[in-house]
């Protein structure tokens, strides 16, 4: 294998598992180690400044950061990430807001219009609001949030936690055009803005038109997405005993879930794919499941029955998936008879479609097969230049915090457009190494490995949560329990940088690493490498770092995939060629060089 | 501050055939100097047990006084272990395996402890052959006392201060063949790849099993001019031949028809094979072995790997004629069979 390039930001990057998996590359372990040390208000900021929204995070992340983390893979659970996020924005200091960018008040010349006031519309405005600019935001609600207000329901996430985050961003002084539907692009071309950004989401639920009885059932029949919002804002207010709700995915949990606490007595979830394969996050199906609604699986809708004029039940068949040599999936018919199960309604939850009815085909705007815009991936604009997707408008359904990586790709974007400057041009990310060696046994961050479980975080009562729909199930860490759990984190930003030219090969680090993953030996292809090294190597997703030949001809070879950063290595090296620098990594923003 | 070692280890590591795992043969954190040769010897002793599904409550180890003999709080940390007086390891595992044969006695010194206080024990257990293995943890120097040149530094080295060594120094190994030891190998900390499969050979072997591992005092000896450096072992090595050591329960599929290997079965029925260089010396005989390593020497090389090994070594216990079964399962019955019995033996002798 060739040496590895540590020169090249992205490789320690991807050491850490936290930060590369999640979309907005938050420095989780740097604002991990804040909480620990007290400093919640600091940590806050670091979260604030990638995440935009650290408190909403912090309680409906879907989390790609958990099962990506170290210790999940050292142990038995990661680092309870996103509960830890909450812990920093429930322990933050309420002036927080003297931290934010000052907003200049001689403006640019240039506006900006923002369609939708969900994440990524909110994030353009953070981002582009300190460079000067003017931004207009339009939605079709009364406040801004967009789903995360209409679809997210309050035993999840408060109405105020929201509200405190999108309002610091709207407090910059984003005009707001709220209950304001924009019903035409072509409209909004030629009111002369710079750029336009469109946020809009994935606004329509799908529907199972063609199911026998839909129509005749429809009085009992609800799109999961604007029943929640029906809920959230107050026009639905009871529901039949028996529920069925289908679909697995995260909106199907909210449906249960919230089902549950407008009266819903027997409620259950039936999806199509084996329980393996559903949509849905792990723990969102244990928090339904802990609140007695039970899944069933493999089971695909036939037919909507109704008798005496209402709605009896569901039809299903059974099927079971099997799976070509590709990997794709079929789902077959068991041959069993089909399965009845009755009800009173019914909600829909079977997945989000785009729709930009308002968008005109003349505007030179164009869409793919899909019905998606055809989009640059990176930049994020549309084929009518000054106009950028971003969210679940841009590539389908995602969730928050990707929505929220859109919005600063597509800030980056909007600022070089406005100042006619190639979109390929972008700003680099900022990084920084920082030694970490104070004495021989010291260093500036708590490199103990501790053996503490994760942390559960304590919920309210059952009985009493069902009871009322706006009362948050989660109470979250407290500082106490938090530090804890903040320990846990195994510092995967604080590097294990090798300096081949230094080292004796003494072996002294491979002998002391206690999870065996140093290595000297000859070099060779990178698979025959990693079967002739002390512990399996089989982790492909995790980097192999070799370094140059040393004095031998061997190589070191340092298989990152369950380091603990541990600082043993460099402590038993006798020449320091083993050193513990501490990399510091944030996406670029926009404005930046 | 890292004075404990985190209690987490790689996931997918496999159990060894006892159903071990490595940890259950590990230790406490060192604290020897960093970068120090005891360390690698002391994870090759680890490789070596587990490799061999030793029982770690099977295993005694120890040892004398120096930086050497604290190594064996660094590994075996679930066997038997004995910290002597400096020099007195041999006595005490002597006395040890006389009381109870059954366990493996691994005894770990350095060179001053063996080559300086406690050289009139280390010959007489060589001449006992006593059955165990004897690693000497040899860095040519006395570490503990800020590096002056043990007897074990070769005539002309030089220290870290400047100061050239006029003494003649002690070859370990040439003593222990002249002396009787039934498997006498040198090695180096640097090169476990070597340094494993003899320990695990060593460990097999009936009757002593002398180990010289040359490793580098990085505080004291490691400058390029010393003899006993990183440095200068890699540049001024050369090993008998490699060899394969077979374990006994392993089935043996290689099949060498070539007379450039040699085949030695060690008392428990395992197997090593030898491939030496054709011109070669025969390593189960005791002159050219000596001859072997004087050879080398007068070259200025160090020859490692497996130096002499008798096939047909006898321990203390075979020569004395002991009892098979260890002297402290005995009971009183059977030390004091009675006066019928102490009447046969002496109506045998009217």
């Not at chain 1, 709700?245 to 249960?256: Q, S």
């Not at chain 1, 995939?561 to 990399?583: D, G, Y």
């Not at chain 2, 987490?8 to 120090?36: K, M, V, W």
């Amino acid at each position: 294998m060739k040496p590895t390039d540590t020169e090249n930001p992205e490789y320690f990057h991807r050491v850490i598992d936290c930060q590369y998996a999640c979309p907005a590359h938050t420095a989780v372990p740097e604002y991990i180690r804040l909480i620990s040390e007290k400093r919640y208000t600091d940590a806050y900021m670091l979260n604030w400044v990638s995440n935009v929204f650290p408190g909403v995070l912090g309680r409906v992340c879907d989390r790609p950061c958990e099962p990506a983390c170290r210790r999940g893979r050292v142990e038995e659970e990661p680092v309870a990430i996103c509960r830890l996020k909450r812990l920093c924005a429930d322990n933050r200091d309420l002036q927080v807001t003297r931290r934010f960018p000052r907003i200049p008040r001689e403006k640019n010349g240039k506006k900006i219009a923002l369609i939708g006031a969900g994440p990524a519309s909110l994030t353009v405005a953070r981002d582009l609001m300190p460079l000067g600019y003017t931004v207009d935001l339009y939605d079709e609600q009364e406040k801004g949030g967009g789903f995360m207000r209409s679809q997210l329901p309050s035993f999840r996430l408060p109405e105020t936690v929201l509200a405190t985050e999108v309002n610091y961003i709207l407090d910059m002084g984003v005009t707001t055009h709220f209950n304001h539907r924009v019903e035409s692009m072509r409209a909004m071309l030629d009111k002369g803005y710079d750029a336009i950004f469109v946020g809009t989401g994935a606004p329509r639920g799908r529907d199972l038109s063609d199911l026998p009885g839909r129509r005749e059932a429809d009085a009992w029949i609800h799109i999961g997405i604007d029943w929640l919002a029906g809920v959230i804002f107050g026009h639905i207010s009871g529901i039949g005993k028996r529920v069925l709700v289908l679909g697995g995915g995260n909106t199907a949990m909210d449906c249960c879930r919230t089902a549950r606490r407008l009266g819903g007595e027997d409620v259950r979830v039936v999806v199509r794919s084996p329980r393996e394969e559903m949509k849905a996050s792990v723990w969102e199906i244990e928090e339904a499941l802990q609140e007695d609604i039970p899944i069933i699986d493999n089971h695909v809708p036939l037919a909507f029955v109704v008798e005496h004029g209402k709605l009896a039940g569901v039809q299903f068949e059974r099927v079971r998936a099997e799976y070509d040599d590709q990997g794709r999936r079929q789902l077959l018919s068991t041959g069993e008879e089909p399965v009845f199960l009755p009800c009173d309604e019914v909600i829909l939850a079977v997945g989000q479609l785009n729709a930009f009815p308002w968008i005109e085909p003349d505007t030179g705007i164009a869409f793919n097969t899909k019905g998606l815009p055809v989009l640059d991936p990176l930049t994020l604009q549309s084929s009518l230049p000054q106009v950028f997707f971003g969210g679940d408008a841009a590539f389908g359904p995602r969730n928050i915090i990707t929505a929220v990586a859109h919005g600063h790709e597509a800030a980056i974007s909007i600022d070089l457009f406005c100042n006619n400057r190639p979109l390929d041009e972008r700003p680099a990310p900022q990084v920084n190494l920082a030694g970490q060696q104070m004495g021989v046994h010291d260093w500036l961050y708590d490199n103990r490995v501790t053996d503490t479980r994760r942390q559960a975080v304590p919920m309210v009562a059952k009985a009493k949560t069902l009871k009322d729909r706006l009362l948050e199930v989660e109470l979250g860490f407290d500082r106490e329990v938090g530090h804890d759990e903040a320990l846990r984190c195994l510092n995967c930003d604080v590097q294990t940088v090798f300096h081949a030219e230094l080292c004796i090969e003494c072996d002294a680090c491979a002998d002391a690493c206690p999870v065996s993953c140093i290595n000297f030996v000859e070099n060779g292809p990178e698979e025959d490498l990693r079967s002739r090294l002390k512990a399996p190597a089989a982790n492909l997703s995790q980097a192999l770092y070799v370094s140059v030949p040393l004095g031998t001809g061997k190589v070191m070879v340092k298989d990152e995939n369950v380091c603990l950063h541990c600082s043993i290595c460099a402590e038993r090296c006798p020449t320091a060629a083993w050193e513990m620098q501490k990399f510091f990594y944030q996406s670029a923003r926009a404005g930046q060089p | 501050m890292t004075f404990f070692r985190p209690s987490f280890r790689h996931p997918d590591l496999q159990p060894n055939a006892a159903g071990f795992h490595r940890r259950d043969y590990e230790g406490g954190i060192s604290t020897l100097c960093a970068g120090c040769g005891h360390d690698s010897i002391c994870n090759a002793i680890i490789d070596a047990c587990f490799e061999l599904a030793l029982p770690p409550h099977r295993i005694a180890k120890l040892s004398g006084i120096g930086c050497s003999s604290k190594t064996p709080a660094y590994f075996l940390g679930r066997s038997h272990g004995f910290n002597s007086v400096h020099g007195r390891m041999p006595s005490i595992a002597t006395g040890a395996n006389m009381a109870n044969r059954d366990l493996i006695y691994l005894g770990v010194s350095g060179d001053g402890d063996t080559a300086s206080i406690g050289m009139g024990q280390f010959v007489h257990a060589a001449r006992r052959n006593l059955n165990m293995t004897y690693i000497v943890m040899n860095n040519g120097c006395y570490g503990l006392t800020k590096g002056q040149f043990s007897a074990t530094a070769d005539k002309g080295s030089r220290s870290k201060q400047g100061n050239v060594n006029l003494l003649e120094s002690i070859d370990l190994c040439e003593l222990a063949i002249q002396l009787g030891a039934g498997f006498v190998a040198r090695s180096f900390s640097g090169d476990k790849a070597q340094l494993v499969p003899l320990i695990k050979a060593g460990l097999s072997h009936h009757g002593l099993s002398f180990i010289d591992v040359i490793s580098p005092c990085v505080t004291f000896n490691n400058n390029p001019e010393s003899t006993k450096s990183y440095h200068w072992v890699r540049e001024h090595s050369e090993a008998t031949g490699t060899f394969d050591f077979v374990p006994f329960r392993q089935t043996i599929t290689a099949d060498y028809a070539d007379d450039t290997v040699q085949e030695v079965e060690l008392h428990d029925g395992s197997v090593i094979y030898l491939h030496k260089h054709p011109d070669g010396p025969d390593i189960t005989d005791r002159r050219q072995a000596i001859d072997n390593l004087e050879d080398h020497k007068a070259q200025g090389v160090i020859i490692t790997g497996v130096l002499y090994l008798n096939p047909d070594s006898r321990d203390t216990h075979d020569i004395l004629n002991t009892s098979k079964r260890p002297l402290n399962s005995l009971t009183e019955a059977d030390l004091c069979p009675g006066a019928a019995p102490l009447e046969a033996v002496n109506a045998a002798h009217r």
